[in-house]
């Protein structure tokens, strides 16, 4: 059956990559968490999207710039100003503690993209490990190298390429690379592609799903999880 995680958390309705967002979807009953990873100056996991905090909190400047006490300053509510009081920054070690004894996947975005953070994959692949969560972690980025990296250092966890792209055969080309997961857009897919994905062996983690009809049909061509916004109401269109 095609699983639910939240993206971000509940964070249509919660503000994102918070630890008020994240227990709102396991309250939901999601079947997993999709959320980003930082590495701040005092090389601390955090959990935030952007490279900076400007969009996301009441303060301002680069994540990597910051240690975790400075970050802990500022409020990340700000998209939902005053509703629902101070949201703080959350560690991965903060997540962690929350779903260590719940069957829930965690899909885990490093955010190197812009900036590289060294060592960040074997600083996540160590706290993974001190939880005994490695099977229940996907790792994922857009950046491929990243990725390979996760997979040499840690072979026993699953990871996916993530692809804002249309590439050809993006299975096999996944496949080919000893990954198991594909994470497309869903605008790229379609049942061709869907079928291409499954028989070069890959997992589809499909992202951001928010309406019932995409919900629907994704579903029904069967993509292996869905990611929204609101899983709260994915979870109904689906089951």
């Not at 589809?204 to 928010?210: L, M």
Request: proline residues 4%.
């Amino acid at each position: 059956m095609t699983k639910v995680f939240g993206h971000r958390g509940c964070s249509g309705t919660y503000p994102e990559n918070t630890m008020l967002a994240f227990r709102k979807a396991v309250e939901a009953g999601v079947d997993g968490m999709e959320f980003d990873l930082h590495l701040t100056k005092d090389n601390k996991l955090v959990i935030i999207h952007d490279e900076t905090i400007d969009r996301t909190s009441n303060g301002s400047g680069a994540v990597r710039d910051m240690t975790l006490e400075e970050l802990r300053q500022y409020d990340f509510s700000a998209a939902f100003p005053g509703e629902y009081g101070v949201c703080r920054i959350p560690t991965l070690e903060e997540y962690f503690e929350m779903v260590k004894d719940l069957p829930l996947i965690s899909n885990i975005e490093l955010k190197t993209g812009v900036w590289e953070y060294p060592g960040i994959e074997q600083a996540a692949i160590d706290m993974v490990r001190a939880y005994h969560l490695e099977d229940r972690i996907i790792f994922s980025s857009f950046n491929h190298t990243t990725v390979e990296r996760c997979k040499a250092l840690a072979p026993d966890i699953k990871c996916g390429f993530l692809t804002e792209n249309w590439p050809s055969r993006f299975g096999a080309y996944t496949a080919l690379h000893g990954i198991e997961c594909c994470h497309p857009p869903l605008h790229m897919l379609s049942e061709k592609t869907v079928a291409e994905m499954h028989d070069a062996g890959c997992e589809i983690n499909t992202w951001t799903v928010n309406t019932e009809e995409d919900a629907k049909r994704l579903a029904g061509w069967g993509v292996d999880a869905l990611i929204g916004n609101y899983p709260e109401r994915m979870l109904g269109w689906i089951k």
